[in-house]
């Protein structure tokens, strides 16, 4: 079956484009014009003008990267290369996927990095074309960069200004891959850290092999393994780190993460004023998008929490659960419950380097979140049919396509249907459980 795709317009101020004059550049990345938003964001000087040039580079050589392509694909590639943009009240972000949806990367420009005026937050698109790109690279830190986020008013409103639009195809697994990477960053836990030092050998002397690899520290270095050691991480089709040397050039240290459970990894990589992060699928051949990590939290909802995180969201860096569960009296329990449905939703992000969930809004038509998971649509359908029998607490008996599946909930949901006993919970629940789990929080039965 040939992937689907949903049909989508960017509207640009014109296009992003690096200003070349004696002695600085002016770096402009123009963002989508979004009826009734911001037109700019942000204006300021890159303090270190080679190294945020560098680390965008790597931003969109992930984009152009490919790990795997599915035999499906192989007649049509469809390609998204406009990275999405958050400005934040701490740090700009740029957060993107390569093309087979498997590896995920996000730059983030701390306070440090950007010695300038936030004129309003927000998330959106920008355009990153090809002049750009070659306009990235030949920054230099011997002259002044000016960067500008979003388009100057007064200029869409001359003669001069013109809006752009490009039209794309926009894959229903790239807009779920967005909702799943938030998911496993958030069951993540760090593992080891490392210096850049050791990060730059490892990518000097890494190989290509087959299937997974792991990683450990071994003293100042890092060490590839061919099986499983203590302490060490699995990293499927390891060769997808070579995207990181240019992070790695500017890198003080890199902390590594590991959801166990699933075998996805994630690299962060720290520099004095930014930071690149790297997520990783636990294949090349599993793009996140179809992996589940986000169904439960879309089949459960926010519960009762959900009003009050909603409108506890300003656009932070850093979103503190403590916090709203103080002022809005909820458990944090609770407030944990509805921040994963944020995430599943498109409504945050989550950041491994501080551990917590940060605000941006997807800048897309994020009801289709719900309407392309076809796991949540059936185990609806399965609700609505009257199709789930609770017998006893935590179990039930679903009815599917003329068979009768047991599940138990629980710490380890488990169903005897045959996807589970292909996948486990290594890919999320299956519909059945799904079915039971959204019957049981709304106290049917």
């Known amino acids: 079956m040939a992937a689907t795709a949903l049909s989508y317009t960017y509207r640009y101020a014109g296009a992003s484009e690096v200003e070349a004059a004696p002695g600085s550049s002016q770096l402009r990345l123009a963002t989508q014009v979004l ?10 000087r890159l303090v270190s003008p080679k190294r945020s040039g560098e680390l965008l580079l790597a931003l969109m050589e992930v984009v152009d990267a490919r790990f795997h392509i599915p035999g499906a694909m192989l007649s049509r590639i469809l390609r998204l290369a406009d990275p999405v943009v958050t400005c934040g009240t701490e740090r700009l972000r740029f957060e993107a996927f390569s093309q087979c949806c498997g590896a995920y990367a996000r730059v983030d420009l701390l306070e440090e990095a950007v010695d300038g005026e936030l004129v309003n937050p927000g998330t959106t698109n920008v355009d990153f074309n090809s002049p750009m790109r070659a306009g990235l690279a030949r920054l230099s830190d011997s002259s002044p960069a000016l960067l500008t986020v979003g388009a100057d008013r007064v200029e869409l409103e001359s003669s001069r200004a013109q ?3 490009r039209k794309v195809k926009l894959p229903e697994r790239w807009l779920r891959g967005f909702v799943e990477v938030q998911a496993f960053q958030a069951r993540m836990q760090p593992v080891f850290t490392a210096t850049g030092g050791a990060l730059r050998r490892l990518l000097q002397e890494l190989r290509s092999p087959k299937g997974t690899s792991f990683v450990s520290p071994a003293g100042p270095a890092i060490r590839v393994h061919s099986s499983a050691q203590p302490g060490a991480v699995a990293v499927g089709g390891i060769e997808r780190l070579k995207v990181l040397g240019r992070a790695a050039r500017h890198a003080d240290r890199v902390e590594v993460f590991a959801d166990e459970a699933t075998g996805a990894s994630a690299w962060s990589v720290y520099t004095p004023d930014s930071r690149f992060h790297y997520v990783l699928s636990p294949e090349p051949s599993r793009g996140f998008s179809g992996e ?3 169904l439960e939290a879309l089949a459960l909802g926010g519960g009762g929490a959900m ?3 909603r409108s506890a969201l300003r656009w932070q860096s850093r979103i503190d659960p403590a916090g709203i569960s103080e002022a809005s009296m909820h458990s944090r329990e609770e407030v944990n419950r509805a921040l994963a449905a944020c995430a599943a939703s498109g409504l945050v992000g989550f950041d491994l380097a501080d551990r917590a969930f940060f605000h941006r809004e997807l800048p897309f038509d994020l009801s289709l979140i719900d309407k392309h998971q076809s796991r949540l649509v059936n185990a609806r359908k399965l609700t609505e049919d009257e199709a789930v029998e609770l017998d006893a607490v935590d179990q039930a008996w679903v009815t599917s396509g003329g068979n ?3 599940v138990w909930l629980g ?6 249907c045959p996807w589970v006993a292909k996948h486990g919970s290594s890919r999320g629940p299956c519909k059945h459980i799904l079915a039971v789990m959204a019957i049981q929080s709304k106290g049917e039965g």
């Open 307 to 309: 009003g009050a995180v």
């Open 404 to 406: 009768r599946y047991r």
């Open 35 to 44: 009826d009734g938003g911001p037109r700019l964001f942000l204006r300021g």
């Open 163 to 165: 809006v752009v639009e």
């Open 292 to 294: 589940g990590q986000a």
């Open 411 to 416: 710490p380890a949901p488990r169903c005897t």
